[in-house]
């Protein structure tokens, strides 16, 4: 008779989010694992033709932690500011899941940092449009342009290189929604790239 499973295939996906929690996605191997479990190979095998496969169960929970991270962030009053707020933090919590899900998904799994992007926006679009009076298009490049500054922010978080407190992150933050919304509700063809833009910029620095 073959000896019993000891350990539940959702008990080895969360021995190995753990590990790669400690050590990167890099680190997850077989005999990392069962290290960790204390057991043989045998127990991970059963449940995992291979280690891509565990991999991809890995990237799969840190991609629903993120977002029950943006699904908080929707809850605040400004929807728009919870996300980002809720984003950085997952960096900062999760710095290793971060990386995993946005700076080096493995091969196995699909999506990515855009895919990402993609998601969220479609998930704070309508709440964007209403609070800030802007058609889906505006909304979607207005949204963009933030988020990727909060990716910036996160990066330098997670790679132990961000000197900007939480308050200097809000105040950065808010100085470019402010500008972004000012620009795109008042520069006509802004949102569609049909603008002079070097006419604007010098009747901007004569002020």
Request: aromatic share 10%.
């Amino acid at each position: 008779m073959p000896p019993k499973v000891k350990f539940q295939k959702e008990e080895i996906v969360i021995a190995a989010v753990d590990t790669v929690r400690q050590k990167g996605i890099e680190a997850l191997t077989a005999r990392e694992l069962a290290s960790r479990l204390g057991v043989s190979t045998r127990p991970i095998f059963t449940y995992f033709d291979t280690m891509d496969q565990l991999r991809s169960e890995v990237y799969a929970f840190a991609k629903k932690l993120y977002s029950e991270y943006i699904a908080e962030g929707l809850r605040a009053p400004i929807p728009n500011l919870g996300v980002g707020q809720r984003y950085i933090q997952f960096a900062k919590d999760e710095p290793a899941l971060f990386r995993l899900i946005f700076l080096s998904k493995p091969d196995c799994a699909s999506g990515g940092a855009i895919d990402a992007l993609r998601l969220t926006q479609d998930l704070v679009r309508e709440s964007i449009m209403r609070i800030y009076n802007m058609d889906a298009s505006t909304a979607d490049r207005y949204f963009r342009d933030l988020w990727l500054l909060a990716f910036s922010f996160a990066t330098l978080i997670v790679t132990d290189d961000c000197p900007y407190s939480n308050d200097e992150i809000s105040a950065i933050l808010t100085e470019v929604s402010l500008s972004l919304c000012k620009a795109f509700k008042e520069v006509p063809g802004l949102t569609t790239g049909d603008i002079d833009k070097d006419a604007i910029f010098r009747e901007l620095v004569k002020k």
